[in-house]
Every structure is written in structure tokens, then in C-alpha cells.
């Protein structure tokens, strides 16, 4: 095989690895009311089988970027695909909530792997093939933009025609042809660190990965009043972890979370910000308007994915384009218009409160799907111009961990706004918050640069 086909089967294949874990933090976003029926819960409780994946991939980014820069990113790439197919395949036979929440976080963790891993091969893929990295590595950001955006869809006809359970087992090919792919076409890990397990765990920050997974779970546990009576002990608890957490983070060589790494660098910092803020809003709309076309519009789940299709298909359509504009015009300025069009785009789902009918939303999701794309592609392009080529695996999972952090306190004031149901009068409260954290974005874009050495 010449080496331009196996470059592209290469790129194929982390693209499609890439797309598993966006794929499956949103494919969910149609079947949470069909979970709630099934094992009789609320809507504070169901979204935990959201911040589950989201918290064992914020977690896991960053910390599978510094062992693909160790151990080999094509090792860990493999590694984590395999477990993605293990646990998919097993997780349809969950007896509970609980124990399907635990799947979906091991699943989280194996999907984690990925595009740090991609990002990390991808310079070896281009010297290989003779072509500049940002053709490779825009596929595979395209892909990782695209599968958020398709979910939706793919996850309304898997329920509306099988179950919640498809949602599982259609990772088990995809994740195996991944895996397969990769093995064969992406080039051998060059010689990397080696060491017992005891050096691994010792430089793993262990306690580091526990503090920052223990401050988000109870600031979160504080947030949707789980132990009534204890909300502001929870919450200081977690302020009290957090602060703990940085203070270890900063002293502690390698950190999970490279906090030096953003002091030294206020470009690749303001981009984390603003991502992470700019995830808050859209993914109030990603997971509540589902809810509200289910409950208050009375929708089944395979039509409101059907009625998401405009979201996606703009998602995609405007992530070329906006590759093409920064060429054109520069990073800071696409991602400024793509914040402007955020912020129209969120004070207009405002007429949800009236109505939801059919035109309406479809034009709705449409208007959400491009400043979505233009979002997504210009600030991974931002943090990819923003750090150095040896901290890449680290920053590109940073990166990713914001957009779970951003997505967590969505669904988690989606809990705090329709604790007993998104309607309309909760749709309201949701979009005043979306205008608020809008408004954030666009000043943290406002003061971006792009960083020049």
C-alpha cells in the first residue's frame, strides 16, 4: 500500500477513535426521559449518568495525554479502544442505574485516550507523508466537532427503534474498527519511558486526579440539593478540595493538571476559559431542549432527534468554512463572530417559551449549530497555535477537560433550574443563564491574542 492511502487510513482511523467520546457524551441527550421512566427517576438523578462519563473524562484527558507522551500514544490509543469494546458490550446487562453510571464512566475513560493520543501522533503522520500537521489534524478536530453535533440523531433513531441499550452496543464495532485501523497504518511508537508500576502510580498524581474529581462532585452534590440541609457544608467542602488541589498541583512534579503551564501561558488560559464557559451554554441547550420537546411538547424520542438534524448538519457544514475564514481573517476574529452569533442564537430560544412547534425549532437548532462549529474549530485552533509542539498531548487534553467542565455545570443547573421537569417556565430561567455565561465568552474572546514567541 503507497503511503499516501495508508495516511489516510491512518487519519481514518484516530478521527473515528477520536469521535467516540463526543459521540457518547451526546447520543445520551435523547434517551434521558426514557431512562427516567425506566428506572423511576427524577431529573436531578438521571443527569448523572451525564456527569458520570463527563467526570471520568475530565479526569482522564489530561491524564491519558502525559501517558500518551510517555508510554506511546498509538499503546494507549489501542488500549483505550479495546476497553471502549469491552465495556459496551457489557453494559446493556446493568441490573441498576448505578452500575450503568459506572459503565458509562469506565466508557468515558477508555473514549478519553483518544484524541490526545491523535493529537500526539499526529506530527510522526505528517513528517511521514510530507505534509503540514494542520491538514491532519483539522480531520481529526473535524470529526471531533461533528460527532458531538450528529449524536443527537444517531442517538434518537437508536432508542426510538431499539432502546437506551443500542447506545452501548453501537460502540462496540466502531471502537473495534478503530482499534484494527490504527494498528495497521499508524506509524510504531518511537522508544518512550519505561518503568514499574509502582514509578507509574507514583507519577500518576493519584491524590491530584481524587481532588479534582472529589471538588467537582460535591460542589455538583451542593448544587442539585442531594442531602438536604447540607447543601453549603458540601459546598464548602468543595471549595476547601479545590483550593487543596492547587495548592498540591502546583508543587507536585508531574501534575495531573499542569496549572504552571497555564500561569506561564494567558493565551492557552483565556482560550480553556472560554471554551469551558462557551460548552456551559450550548449544552444547555443540547441536553434541556431535548427534555423540553419530550416533556412539554410531548415529542418521542426518534422525532426530536430528527428535530436536532439542523443542529448537526449546520455543525458540520460550518466547521469547513470556519477553517477556511481563519485562514482569511485570523483565529480571534472567527472566534469572536462565532461568539456573536452564540449569543442571538441563545436570546432566541427565548420564543420556546411560547412555542414549540415544529418550524420553530428546527430554524431554532439550525441558528445553535453554526456558532457551534465556528466555536468549537477556532478555539481547538487557538489552543493548537497557543502551545509549544512538546506540550501538545498535555494541552489537548486540558482542553477537552473543559469542555466536560463546561457541560457539567449545564446539566447540573439544568437539575438546580427543572428539578421536577423541563418546561417552559424552566426554559425561560435556562436562557436568561445562557445570556449570562454568552456575555463571559465574549469578553474572555475579546482579550485572546494569538501567542507569538
Known sequence: MSNKPRTGL???????????????????????????????????????VITSFYLSSAAGQPLMGRLADRFGPRRMFMLGMALVAVTCALAPFSPNFALLCVARAVMALGTATAYPSAVVMVGDIAHRAKLESARPLGRIQMANTSAAAVGPVLGGLLVGFVGWEALFLVNVPLSLAALLIVRQTAPADTARERGSLAELLRDSDIPGILAFVSSLLLVMMAMLDVAPGYRWYLLGAGTVVAALFAWRELRFSPPFLDLRLLGRNRPLMLVYVGFAVFNGVYYFVFFGLPQLLQEAGGYDPGL???????????????????????????????????????????????????????PLVLALTALIGIPYGVVSIASNQGMFVSTLPQERGVAAGIFQTCRYVGAITATVLIGVFAGSGVD????????????????????VTLLWRERRD
Do not use: C, K, Y
Open 10 to 48: 491512518a487519519v481514518a482511523g484516530l478521527s473515528l477513535g477520536t469521535a467516540l467520546n463526543p459521540l457518547n457524551s451526546s447520543m445520551i441527550a435523547v434517551a434521558l426521559v426514557v431512562l427516567r421512566a425506566d428506572f423511576g427517576l427524577d431529573v436531578a438523578t438521571v443527569t448523572w
Open 424 to 443: 417552559q417556565e424552566s426554559w425561560g430561567q435556562m436562557v436568561l443563564a445562557m445570556l449570562v455565561l454568552s456575555a463571559v465568552v465574549f469578553g
Open 304 to 358: 426530536v432527534g430528527l428535530l436536532m438534524l439542523p443542529m448537526a448538519t449546520l455543525s458540520v457544514l460550518s466547521t469547513p468554512w470556519a477553517v477556511r475564514a481563519m485562514g482569511r481573517f485570523g483565529v480571534r476574529r472567527v472566534m469572536i463572530a462565532g461568539v456573536v452569533l452564540l449569543t442571538g442564537a441563545a436570546a432566541l430560544t427565548w420564543l420556546l417559551t411560547a412555542s414549540l412547534a415544529v
